[in-house]
């Protein structure tokens, strides 16, 4: 799936969870928040936890790095991000063998 095609639905997670996958301190998702690229708001399930979701403009600066990180892995790999998607899959089946 597509980086653009997963943010299409509400990107919302679990504040720890967010920091955990992106090893962020709660002073980088202040940072975040302070930026206008996400907003806190309490778990509708949970009222301990707070759910961290990007905003539109968080989401345009997202899809910017993700947009450059590809670029970057093709100048420095000489391969696109769909080479390197089917190269992944064929190790993948490979690793398998064993």
Request: glycine share 2%; charged share 35%; aromatic share 2%.
């Amino acid at each position: 799936m597509s980086s653009e095609r997963a943010l299409e639905a509400p990107f919302h997670h679990h504040q720890a969870a967010v920091a955990a996958v992106i090893s962020l301190h709660e002073i980088r998702i202040d940072r975040l928040v302070i930026k206008k690229l996400a907003k806190r708001t309490p778990s509708k399930e949970d009222k301990r936890e707070t759910l961290i979701t990007l905003t539109e403009k968080g989401v345009e600066k997202l899809l910017e790095a993700n947009k450059l990180n590809d670029k970057l892995s093709t100048e420095i790999f000489g391969i696109s991000n769909e080479e390197a998607t089917v190269l992944n899959d064929l190790l993948e089946k490979l690793r398998k063998i064993d």
